[in-house]
């Protein structure tokens, strides 16, 4: 089986210049007509494929589902799997998992979970196959064509405000592991610049020396110590039970902060106008060529790195600009932008981090209504109360078949 992650697509930069016609671009941004109707839908969009809160549920969902299986509880992954439309979904790494049409917001699945009734998943089991030792009889009966399977049926309860509160309590670890790895991320990210101007002064040495590498393409720009930094610190090895997928949120949480940091700096060009233009477009293109390779759907452990090293790797070039006259593109200034941003973004996600526990509040109180009335209490306030983070009304839902992370 493969996962069924939708062809997840993430934001290509628009062009500085006007829309022609009705052509539709995946990435509208805030410094166009804010005025237009689609322009904001779309930037909306846009919020949420990078939204850290968003990808928090995304991994607390693969991390409930992963305890689940170990548990050897298949039939509420296959319940959680039909809600949905996952397939296979815990292996997925990846950071648009989820489908933000129909799950909006970071509580809009929990939501929906939470609205469903209860459940009784029926299964049928065949005698005597639980292992141990058969008896004479049931072997004598499997010899006989003639008579059928005897089957026992096991009924297994679906509880979705029991699922939702679990699934909260793996998304309150995380969101404090996430604090934690934040700052390590924010630490690694200021490590990079002082690698990398290392390695070149140590090649420039070289160079004056005469004694030339015979590697002219050297493998490492930069030493990539995240994850060492992450082993070796205090907090990690204070972690009696980590959650499931523990090393793989971290590489993921840095892919995110990766992206969002390029979409925030591709703004910083455009607001900058006319000094940053010839920039915008040069980094527009790069990144729109590398997207599928380094962001969207299924990807390898260290792709983050990977995108830095990348824009590390690339010599300057002449753009021209439309006037005619040229200019100076440095990636090196590029990625020194980036890094820049990443590091201010990564406490901004520590804050939010920070706060998770409190988020949740409006969504467990729905919750314990829920069981109030289950359990045969009227609570004082039993109303409809959403969270204020919920899923759209169901007329603008659009069909689970979409693609995740289409943008319009």
């Not at 929906?112 to 009889?137: F, H, R, Y």
């Not at 200021?190 to 070289?206: A, F, G, Q, T, W």
């Amino acid at each position: 089986m493969t996962l069924c992650h939708f062809g997840v697509s993430a934001f290509l930069p628009v062009p500085f210049s006007s829309v022609a016609g009705d052509r539709f671009h995946p990435l509208y941004v805030s410094w166009w007509d804010k005025d237009d109707e689609s322009h904001r839908a779309a930037m909306q969009n846009n919020i949420m494929r990078t939204d850290v809160r968003n990808f928090l549920t995304q991994r607390s969902l693969q991390s409930f589902i992963n305890l689940c299986i170990e548990c050897r509880d298949p039939h509420t992954v296959e319940w959680l799997a039909i809600l949905g439309g996952w397939e296979n979904f815990e292996n997925f790494h990846g950071t648009g998992g989820l489908n933000t049409t129909i799950f909006p917001t970071w509580s809009s699945v929990l939501t929906e979970i939470l609205e469903q009734p209860e459940d009784v998943i029926v299964v049928k089991v065949a005698k005597n196959t639980g292992g141990g030792s058969i008896p004479d009889s049931a072997k004598k009966r499997r010899k006989n064509p003639y008579l059928e399977d005897q089957f026992i049926e096991i009924n297994v309860d679906i509880d979705p405000a029991s699922l939702v509160n679990r699934i909260l309590s793996v998304r309150e670890q995380i969101a404090n592991e996430w604090v934690h790895d934040l700052d390590t991320l924010k630490m690694s990210n200021d490590m990079v610049l002082k690698s990398y101007n290392k390695k070149i002064e140590v090649e420039s040495k070289k160079e004056n020396q005469d004694e030339k590498s015979t590697n002219n393409n050297p493998q490492i720009v930069f030493e990539r110590d995240a994850i060492a930094l992450l082993r070796g610190s205090v907090g990690f090895a204070d972690e009696a039970d980590p959650s499931p997928l523990r090393h793989a949120n971290f590489d993921l949480l840095a892919l995110l902060l990766t992206q969002e940091s390029i979409h925030r700096v591709l703004r910083d060009y455009v607001d900058a106008g006319k000094e940053r233009e010839v920039s915008f477009r040069w980094f527009r293109d790069y990144y729109t060529e590398r997207v599928s390779k380094f962001f969207d759907g299924e990807q390898e452990f260290g792709r983050a790195d990977d995108f830095l090293e990348e824009i590390l790797r690339t010599p300057p070039s002449i753009k021209a600009e439309k006037g005619g006259a040229m200019c100076l593109v440095d990636p090196l200034r590029v990625a020194e932008d980036i890094l820049a941003v990443r590091s201010e973004i990564a406490m901004d996600w520590k804050a939010m981090m920070e706060e998770v526990k409190e988020d949740h509040i409006d969504i467990r109180r729905l919750l314990l209504n829920k069981q109030m009335i289950k359990w045969g209490h009227k609570p004082e306030e039993v109303a409809e109360t959403k969270s204020k983070a919920d899923v759209k009304p169901k007329e603008e839902v659009k069909s689970k078949d979409e693609v995740i992370g289409e943008f319009q």
